[in-house]
T-cell receptor
Framework: AQSVSQHNHHVILSEAASLELGCNYS??????LFWYVQYPGQHLQLLLK??????LVKGIKGFEAEFIKSKFSFNLRKPSVQWSDTAEYFC????????????FGQGTTLQVKP | EPEVTQTPSHQVTQMGQEVILRCVPI?????FYWYRQILGQKVEFLVS????????KSEIFDDQFSVERPDGSNFTLKIRSTKLEDSAMYFC?????????????FGPGTRLTVL
């Protein structure tokens, strides 16, 4: 069965620190990969996605993620976080062959201190 | 920018009662989904819906659950007889499968509390 694991449950950083959130998935076939963000009181929004091609993908608000197929990983990075990045971050996987259901990781709460 | 909306934002109900959670997907989207998140747990897939029928459902989506698209705009999730363990945040999502990007757009969620 497909599964997604996010290594960090709660991360606390100071502004301007660099961020890396880990995401590993378990699935043998071709996958599409996503990072969603949920700001306090708001709904899930897509940060970035990987379908094919360049394994380094850039998303909104300065976020990027790298797909490493051999490691089944899709880690999210940002070189310098801001207070406004405080949110919950979800990694998700979708098999490219199914009806579109997303399998989510458990989420990482990021708290950025001003 | 078009968005998915959900009503109500918070629903409190007694165990055994029926609830209907409502969603208005983005108007030109063709695929619709329900997910739920029990407090402290992962966001879990419940069901996907296309062309007026369920295309996939999870083990969670048992006979107590049903979905419907009663008109051209609403997409509903009905829980026939709620249990305490149905307390969760329920998210609706929609996507336009024809697009290569195939992003799922999520609504703000309905928090269901079963007492």
């Amino acid at each position: 069965a497909q599964s997604v694991s996010q290594h960090n449950h709660h991360v606390i950083l100071s502004e301007a620190a660099s961020l890396e959130l880990g995401c590993n998935y378990s699935y043998g076939g071709t996958v599409n990969l996503f990072w969603y963000v949920q700001y306090p009181g708001q709904h899930l929004q897509l940060l970035l996605k990987y379908f094919s091609g360049d394994p380094l993908v850039k998303g909104i608000k300065g976020f990027e993620a790298e797909f490493i197929k051999s490691k089944f990983s899709f880690n999210l990075r940002k070189p310098s976080v801001q207070w406004s990045d405080t949110a919950e971050y979800f990694c998700a996987v979708r098999s490219s062959s199914n009806t579109g259901k997303l399998i989510f990781g458990q989420g990482t709460t990021l708290q950025v201190k001003p | 920018e078009p968005e998915v909306t959900q009503t109500p934002s918070h629903q409190v109900t007694q165990m055994g009662q029926e609830v209907i959670l409502r969603c208005v997907p983005i108007s030109n989207h063709l695929y619709f989904y329900w997910y739920r998140q029990i407090l402290g747990q992962k966001v879990e897939f419940l069901v996907s819906f296309y062309n007026n029928e369920i295309s996939e459902k999870s083990e969670i989506f048992d006979d107590q659950f049903s979905v419907e698209r009663p008109d051209g705009s609403n997409f509903t999730l009905k829980i026939r007889s709620t249990k305490l363990e149905d307390s969760a945040m329920y998210f609706c999502a929609s996507s336009d499968w024809e697009r290569v990007t195939n992003e799922q757009f999520f609504g703000p969620g309905t928090r269901l509390t079963v007492l």
